[in-house]
């Protein structure tokens, strides 16, 4: 995870010497999403030989080597279950990490995230109330239209934190912003806290498992729901780039340079909203990834957005496909919530590289 | 003064002995008059009132009290927390709580003590025995020894039926049951009521390598490949058996292949009481429907 070139005073002075860091680092985290994919693909809590596993994705993707030698169980195991929840376990690490850097980006706030904002909030709220009210849209059954009105949840609490930083200032202020995030997590908070107290024990061990976050009983489908999403967010968001180095800098100066800063602002917050909101659908609200991760890649690479989000979508992914894998291995065959893992692993690494960057700067002085 | 700071450390002795020995047996009161008017805090202790025959003498219950329907209509007095005031205010003379209560209630029933109300706490079943156990010391707190044993002997003997039947399976199947889907596939391992279930059935709990309640990856479920799928959320979930046969990685396990997903109804087969009996006839016309009509 690039945690070598850390401990390496980064005292470059030469840009081709820069440029090759940077292609480096890029390569670990490549690296890093495909160690983290096929970790997933090969451990896990029944044991598959890995030149079967190999064999079973290379025929359903290209169709060559011959299915006959494996067994039923065998490739319905890897193919329906294990593979998609590794995809959907990149994409959302991908996209809770990619909304989180632009977040602490736009917002000038080191502890801005897709949760501060009131988007996870709304995204939790629709999904607890499919549960509690048993919705069953189109007769999808209650798992299947969850993710839908729970990613509506999301995109009411982004219009309802606009609509009250508007309505009480007209110049969308950051700090006003994340005042109103914060109102309105509270708020929905308190009625998810309602809806759980007047639930059934049944339904109130479904709401707060599903609130742990969970990658479990993935589909396709789930994987094809969320795509959409993920490539129109995540699109928007690397072409912007420029946009939100600007923005970063302050709004003064970004307006200085003419960037439109209201409209830039409000087309970020949405596509930093279709990632959370399609992300918290899927998987339920998993912690840690979407603050800490771009703060990990920020210690490493620096603030500059056009490499900060790429590099955060690739560890973000990684980091959580890698979680999930030790969630359903590690007391095997049971599971553990990843939100777990997730604060588990990742806070210990996140302090030491925190104190190794902070120690080493001191020392370069 | 020797003496009398003695007798003092012994007197705070006892009424700390008192305050922390909540078990069942010694808070059955000594006196034989049957209470007129009992609070029940939990469903399984509200279903053994009523099979006893004094559902009539109770006051109020919990809010997770769903069975029989009369104990719908009664007073609700809380779920994860209880409302002291409420409770006292009915004037019970028996307070019937579980153990799992007695801890996080500890402060509510030293309280219903002071006031002289009868406080019994019911030990957790995890097997038939235990809710035997649990009949028997509700039966004698209510004032109903005999119509205890005689509910006790009913369920023995239908236990015996069941038991005398299995021996017919010749092939066990294997089954699975899934009490929930959310945060992993929730089952019952070992020392739970559904394992002995099948057990005397005459069946396999697949996962009876596993002590107690537990979630399993849906992968490791593919593996086993049950025979028969028992679903106890079909009361919450109305596509619950649709949505097994069509998960797309079970198309070849043996249950779903044969269509053999069953719902059973939770309370059944997980409250310690009277309709254990319907559970366990539910689970075996649902596993081998050949053998008990």
């Known amino acids: 995870m690039g945690l070598k070139h850390l401990r390496e005073p980064s005292i470059q002075k030469f840009t081709s010497k820069k440029t090759f860091k940077i292609s480096i680092i890029y390569l670990i985290a490549i690296g890093s999403v495909i160690f983290a994919g096929l970790f997933g693909l090969f451990v896990s809590s029944v044991s598959i030989p890995i030149q079967t596993i190999v064999s079973i994705i290379t025929h359903k993707m290209f169709n060559i080597a011959s299915l006959s030698d494996f067994t039923l169980t065998e490739q319905l195991i890897i193919w329906e279950i294990r593979l998609p929840r590794v995809i959907i376990g990149l994409l959302v690490g991908a996209s809770l990490s990619l909304a989180g850097a632009t977040l602490q980006g736009l917002l000038r706030n080191p502890l801005a995230e897709p949760y501060t904002i009131g988007i996870s909030a709304g995204s939790s709220l629709g999904a607890v109330i499919v549960i509690y009210f048993k919705l069953s849209l189109f007769g999808l059954g209650i798992m299947t239209t969850l993710p839908f009105v729970s990613i509506i949840g999301a995109l009411v609490a982004l219009i309802s934190v606009l609509l009250i930083t508007r309505l009480s200032y007209t110049r969308l202020a950051n700090e006003t912003i994340i005042l109103a995030g914060i109102i309105l997590s509270s708020f929905i908070n308190a009625i998810i806290t309602l809806l759980i107290s007047l639930s059934s024990k049944e339904e109130m061990s479904m709401i707060l498992y599903w609130m742990m ?148 700067k001191r020392g370069l002085k | 003064m020797k003496r009398k700071s003695i007798l003092t450390i012994i007197q705070v002795l006892l009424v700390l002995t008192l305050v922390f020995s909540i078990s069942p047996m010694n808070l059955v009161s000594a006196s034989n008059q049957s209470p007129e008017r009992i609070i029940s805090l939990f469903p399984s202790n509200t279903e053994i009132v009523y099979a006893l025959g004094k559902g009539s003498k109770l006051v109020g219950v919990s809010d997770y009290c769903n069975y029989p329907i009369a104990a719908t209509k009664l007073p609700k007095l809380g779920g994860i927390t209880i409302n002291t005031e409420k409770i006292l205010a009915l004037k019970p003379d028996l307070i019937l709580l579980h153990q799992s209560q007695a801890k996080s209630h500890s402060d509510a029933i030293t309280l219903f003590k002071k006031t002289g109300v009868n406080v019994v706490v019911v030990n957790d079943a995890t097997s038939f025995n235990d809710a035997y156990n649990d009949i028997r010391i509700i039966g004698r707190a209510v004032g109903a020894t005999k119509k205890a044993e005689s509910v006790i002997a009913s369920m023995k003997a239908k236990m015996q039926q069941i038991a005398e039947k299995s021996k017919q399976v010749k092939v066990k199947r294997k089954v699975w049951v899934e009490v929930d889907t959310w945060g992993g596939l929730w089952t019952t391992g070992r020392q739970t009521f559904m394992n002995e279930m099948l057990s005397t059935i005459g069946a396999i709990n697949v996962a009876k390598s596993y002590k107690g309640w537990v979630s399993l990856t849906e992968e490791k479920v593919v593996e086993l490949r049950p025979q028969v799928v028992i679903l106890t959320y079909g009361d919450y979930d109305k596509d619950a058996v649709k949505n097994v046969l069509t998960r797309k990685a079970w198309q070849n396990i043996p249950a779903v292949k044969e269509k053999k997903v069953y719902l059973v109804t939770n309370d059944t087969v997980v409250r310690p009481g009277p309709r254990l009996i319907d559970g366990v006839e539910a689970l075996a016309r649902a596993v081998y429907p050949e053998i008990y009509k």
């Open chain 1, 213 to 360: 976050g969970n990658l479990g009983m993935k589909t396709w489908v789930h994987v094809w729901l969320m795509l959409p999403f993920f490539v129109v967010g995540s699109l928007i968001l690397l072409l912007k780039t420029k946009e939100l180095n600007a923005l970063s800098l302050g709004e003064n100066a970004a307006s200085h340079i003419g960037v439109n800063v209201k409209k830039e602002k409000i087309l970020l917050l949405l596509a930093a909203t279709l990632l959370t909101g399609s992300a918290v659908s899927i998987s339920g609200a998993i912690g840690f990834v979407g603050l800490v991760i771009p703060h990990l890649v920020r210690i490493v690479i620096g603030a500059n957005h056009k490499n900060l989000l790429p590099l955060s979508m690739l560890i973000g992914g990684a980091f959580l496909a890698f979680a999930d894998s030790i969630a359903r291995t590690v007391i095997e065959p049971r599971e553990l919530p990843i939100g777990v893992i997730t604060a588990l692993i990742g806070a210990p690494v996140f302090s030491w590289l925190l104190v190794r960057h902070r120690t080493g």
